[in-house]
């Protein structure tokens, strides 16, 4: 056998390409004639459409049509989108309209649609569309929207209330009413966008001869794509291809199904011209969904140990103006919150409330950074209050790995019982104590006092269910030429995808890595396919990738061996060659037995021959696969500025089996650096009125490479039982558990000050409002 | 409207000549009318740095330079940096080594900036490099990769790697 791949730091197959500028992304698709469009949107939060006059745009030079709700094609000119994961538990079923038809719900919504010569004419022919707007009150924030008497988000719906549902097992009073201790904790919590570095874009094209409409975009999910269009189109989605290209990040907001992918698909066809959009950073501010406010009500009861005895609370979610993506965000996270720890009794009342804000739905951790956040919160609290160290506590209330597999109690997204499949939690904080040389800590504190500095460690625990469903395909195909064609509904907007799945099928079928020629992200290279979420490729794409090159490589050896006259024990593959392992050892190549397969024209198959080689998997995992790890941050707060300061990360961190170290390294470091931003600065902020206010990379801040130091990664490896590969999903674990894991560093950099922090993001202003609350600058002063 | 210049740029050591618009940006020329897709255009307002290309050797924000400013003057891109032919330079060759890139998107910003560093200051420090590169946001990284190909590709080419 040649190299093996397998586990190897290969260095990455998409990056030549990338590195010398011959990438493909949305924006760099150029079609002779090809038109540009610009959206008019809502201004207001909440507004009823009294008209619209596109008069003056549509003889603006240039400017080849203005299209309304009225414009469109049916269905969709009146129907409302697809939800993508209903639920029975969501009380408003609410998505909205393509083109908005008379109301519209949040700032940002897309109302017309200018097709021009250019970006830039069709700009100016979008300040020429005249709308007239009767604003309704607007309602912002979402605690006061499931106030009684509240503004309505919608016009025609009594209440804001989008759904409630509780998550429940044990006896959860009987642990509160006979407890030695209870601590209470209220957290607000807010995260902002995906910020993908490229926005979203669509480019369509209808080819009037094969009466194909390919639609090229900036999506996590291209083959959910070509339903959504095929059923606002009417159209039969053989007649529709949809092409995720080289997508520049997707974090989730680009796995959602958009209104403007619709609206530019039915301009292409009605104007009969190729159209291309793409969205500029202010309208990502405004448009592309986000993850925001959440605030937790939370309790823990414990024994005199500080072993766990209940957790109960409520959770108030903002699903903004409608619920494109259905609740799972909300769910998500009340499932997560047991994480690592025995739990004997749990309650969580769940609210997901309407405001007139664009749509949230997941964005790296969906949920899971909200629900870790507050659950090690309340560990931190149980340890102050008991004066037990934090590391102590957690470890003290670990699952043991011979409890595996441990089932929660409850019902996690994928509609199966939560029941975490593997998994070393008190390995895995021990590695990440030891990375982070946590025993030096108190020395290391001490000596900082003494030289005026603040400086504070912080850990965090979390369990994420990864790998989720329905399925992934993998076709393996040996062409007559030699090369391995693979084809996966699978996505890349940096994951390294194409070099994973060349690492898992280089190995099993026997051909060299360079001769593998990937078709990642069309929905014309597999009939089925799902895309990128829920750190779910690995999962399900690679189990099927391993599945069709194991089922190739038998049909290869069978080939072979009839060809070479051996027993198929005798054929070993070898570089894309059969090699006899007998005799003079004859070979044949892949590209010889390709021909082959394909029979002769006018004799028949040799009997039970299926022609071609090729198969096509579809893994479909059991249940969702739990990965889990540690985070421990050593933080310094400039207690004059607020300033936040890393000083060391360290990450022990188990997704079962890896792949690619390179690769999962770099997700993990990654998804840090998110959390870093959720911790400390990124807020999208609206006023009352529901206008957004931070809708620039000025007003909006993003981690810096001075805000993120180099992680030290250490990988505890608890295979998964559940797919032929054991891996676990790994894209989201490294964002889950930074937020709690710095605001704790934080908190204890300011021990002197005995403050307490409960929300995220923790920026300077805060931190300083706090030291001020605190007396900090009287004492120092005095 | 107002009405078209003629510009004439070198663009990766060619003379390209072209009549634009004055509000044309310079993102827009090298990306819609020379074609070269390189050049990435993230924010449009000055912050990310994708835009990031070299005028006469400097780094400028492709979005907020019109393509008029640059008549007369030499611009290089992602497409001007390597040896040609697709082949990877030392700085691009580290990229790849430490996974210094994810989705690409900022790639072609890091690379220009980072060029520049390394012509301006062989031997740079770690926080240096941070420090330069702070006008360049990348999403997917965390930057750790990045600064290790940096670092990596200064010590290549001081020990004279070509
Ligand atoms: S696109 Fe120019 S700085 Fe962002
Ligand atoms: S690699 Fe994706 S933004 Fe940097």
Redesign the pocket.
Same mark, same amino acid.
């Given at each position: 056998m040649g190299v093996k791949h397998f586990g190897a730091r290969v260095a990455r197959l998409e990056d030549p390409a990338l590195l010398t500028g011959r990438g493909r992304y949305v924006d760099d698709v150029n079609i002779p004639g090809m038109l540009h469009a610009c959206f008019v949107r809502s201004p207001h939060g909440h507004a009823l459409i009294q008209s619209i006059d596109a008069g003056a745009a549509r003889q603006m030079p240039g400017v080849h049509a203005v299209l309304t709700a009225d414009d469109l094609p049916a269905p969709m000119a009146g129907a409302r989108m697809p939800m993508l994961v209903p639920n029975a538990a969501i009380a408003a079923l609410r998505t909205q309209h393509c083109l908005a038809r008379d109301e519209v719900c949040y700032v940002g919504q897309t109302v017309a649609v200018v097709i021009a010569e250019s970006r830039y004419l069709a700009e100016d022919a979008v300040a020429m569309v005249e709308v007239d707007y009767d604003p309704l009150p607007a309602v912002s924030d979402c605690r006061a929207a499931l106030e009684p008497g509240a503004p309505t988000a919608h016009r025609d719906l009594p209440d804001n209330l989008a759904s409630a549902f509780r998550q429940s097992f044990g006896d959860v009073d009987a642990a509160f009413a006979g407890a030695p201790h209870v601590f209470r904790e209220s957290l607000f919590q807010h995260r902002g966008g995906g910020m993908a570095l490229e926005t979203r874009g669509v480019v369509a094209h209808h080819d009037r001869i094969t009466d194909l409409l390919t639609v090229w975009s900036a999506t996590q999910t291209p083959h959910i794509g070509r339903r959504m269009i095929a059923d606002l189109l009417g159209r039969s989605p053989e007649r529709i291809r949809v092409i995720a290209p080289d997508v520049g990040g997707g974090f989730g907001p680009k796995a959602i199904f958009y209104a403007e992918e619709a609206v530019i698909a039915a301009a292409a066809l009605l104007l009969g011209t190729p159209v291309k959009w793409i969205e500029d950073?202010r309208e990502h501010f405004l448009a592309a969904t986000q993850e925001r406010d959440q605030h937790w009500d939370v309790e823990i009861a414990v024994e005199a140990d500080g072993r766990i005895r209940g957790v109960r609370g409520s959770l108030i979610h903002d699903t903004g103006a409608f619920v494109p993506w259905g609740v799972i965000m909300p769910y998500i996270a009340s499932a997560t919150m047991p994480g690592p720890y025995v739990l004997p009794a749990y309650q969580l009342d769940v609210k997901v409330a309407l405001t007139n804000k664009v749509a949230t739905t997941p964005v790296r951790g969906a949920g899971r950074p909200q629900a870790v956040f507050a659950m090690e919160r309340l560990m931190d609290r149980v340890a102050q209050g008991l004066g037990i160290d934090p590391a102590e506590v957690r470890r003290r209330n670990f699952i043991q790995p011979e409890q595996m597999p441990y089932a929660v109690g409850l019902i996690f997204r994928d509609g199966k019982p939560l029941v975490y499949d593997s998994g070393d939690y008190p390995k895995a904080q021990a590695e990440a104590l030891t990375l982070a040389d946590h025993a030096g800590f108190p020395a290391r504190k001490a000596a900082a006092l003494k030289a005026g500095r603040h400086i504070g460690i912080g850990i965090a625990n979390y369990v994420e269910g990864t790998g989720l469903g329905p399925f992934e395909g993998v076709t393996v195909r040996v062409q007559q030429n030699g090369k391995v064609l693979v084809a996966t509904g699978a996505t890349n907007q940096g994951q390294g995808t194409r070099t994973t799945l060349s690492q898992i099928i280089s190995d099993r079928l026997g051909c060299r890595i360079e001769d593998i020629e990937m078709s990642i992200g069309d929905t014309a290279a597999i009939a089925n396919g799902v895309g990128a979420f829920a750190s779910r490729q690995a999962v399900n794409a690679g189990s099927s990738a391993a599945m069709a090159a194991e089922v190739v490589r038998a049909r290869v050896v069978q080939l072979a061996a009839r060809a070479l006259g051996v027993p198929e024990a005798e054929v070993a593959i070898e570089d894309g060659k059969a090699i006899a392992q007998s005799g003079n050892r004859p070979e044949i190549g892949f590209g010889d037995l390709a021909r082959l397969s394909q029979g002769m024209p006018g004799f028949s198959m040799a009997a039970g021959d299926m022609p071609g080689l090729e198969h096509t998997a579809y893994f479909t995992p059991p249940q969702a696969s739990y990965c889990s790890g540690t985070h421990v941050v050593e933080a310094e707060v400039d207690i004059m500025t607020g300033g936040v300061r890393l000083l060391t990360y360290s990450v022990a961190h188990d997704s079962g089996t890896i792949i690619n170290p390179l690769i999962v390294d770099g997700q993990v470091q990654g998804g840090v650096a998110h959390g870093i931003g959720n911790a400390l600065m990124e807020f999208m902020k609206y006023d009352e009125n529901a206008q957004p206010v931070t809708t620039t990379?000025a007003d909006y801040l993003m981690p810096m490479a001075t805000d993120v130091p180099t992680c030290r990664i250490a990988h505890v490896e608890s295979p998964s039982p559940l797919n032929p590969l054991g891996v676990k999903g790994a894209g989201e674990g490294g964002t889950i558990p930074a937020a709690a894991a710095i605001v704790a560093a934080v908190e204890d950099a300011l021990s002197p000050f005995g403050i307490r922090f409960s929300e995220t993001p923790l920026t300077p202003e805060r931190i300083v409002e706090a030291l001020t609350v605190a007396g900090a600058y009287k004492r120092a002063a005095s | 409207m107002i009405a078209k210049r003629n510009i004439s740029v070198e663009v990766n050591g060619a003379l390209r000549q072209a009549e634009v618009e004055p509000r044309l940006t310079l993102?827009d020329f090298l990306r819609h009318t020379l074609d070269l897709t390189g050049t =990435?255009? $993230?924010?449009? =307002? /000055?912050?990310? $740095?994708?835009?990031?290309v070299l005028v006469d050797g400097r780094s400028a924000?492709?979005? *907020?330079t019109f393509a008029v400013q640059v008549d007369g003057r030499a611009v290089t891109t992602i497409e001007g940096l390597g040896p040609g032919a697709g082949g990877l330079g030392v700085l691009q060759e580290a990229f790849q080594r430490h996974h210094a890139l994810q989705c690409g998107f900022c790639t072609p /910003?890091m690379l220009t900036t980072l060029t520049e560093l390394l012509n301006d200051n062989p031997d740079p420090t770690e926080d240096e490099v941070r420090e330069v590169i702070t006008g360049n *946001?990348c999403r997917c990284t965390g930057y750790a990769g990045i600064v290790a190909a940096a670092l990596d590709a200064a010590r290549r080419l001081r020990e004279g790697e070509a």
């Open positions: 950073r990379f | 993102a =990435h255009v $993230g924010c449009e =307002h /000055g912050v990310c $740095g994708a835009c990031t924000r492709s979005c *907020l /910003g *946001l």
